[in-house]
């Protein structure tokens, strides 16, 4: 069983940054594609970043494309996701996700991720 612990999270102003960091409890980690997904109240879970197992490959949605940058550093176990230009639209909870096939592809659907933290609160106002 693999767990997820997401940190980094907190109240930021419109055009700040922030780092979000997520710590995986096990060394297969470096085997497995990873992402973030956020869910704002009252709408559903949606995919922000991924990357692959490896780190060669990165992917965004469109809202976050060009401000946000996913990273990982194996050595550690774990992933990041650092925040520019946020907005207040980027205010929700954002979850760490990882698949459970080692060597799998990253995915941007959120039911290709078995592995889920338990979320950190981002909340972007002035």
């Known amino acids: 069983q693999v767990q997820l612990v997401e940190s980094g999270g907190g109240l930021v102003q419109p055009g700040g940054s922030l780092r979000l960091s997520c710590a995986a409890s096990?060394?297969?980690?470096?085997?497995?594609?990873m992402a973030w997904f956020r869910q704002a109240p009252g709408k559903e879970r949606e995919f922000v970043s991924a990357i692959s197992w490896s780190g060669t490959s990165t992917f965004y949605s469109d809202s976050v494309k060009g401000r946000f940058t996913i990273s990982r550093d194996n050595a550690k176990n774990t992933v990041y996701v650092q925040m520019t230009s946020l907005k207040p639209e980027d205010t929700a909870v954002y979850y760490c996700?990882?698949?459970?096939?080692?060597?799998?592809?990253?995915?941007?659907?959120?039911?290709?991720?078995?592995?889920w933290g338990q979320g950190t609160q981002v909340t972007v106002s002035s």
């Open positions: 996700a990882a698949r459970s096939g080692f060597y799998a592809p990253a995915a941007l659907t959120a039911n290709s991720y078995d592995y």
């Open positions: 096990e060394r297969s980690f470096n085997s497995r594609a």
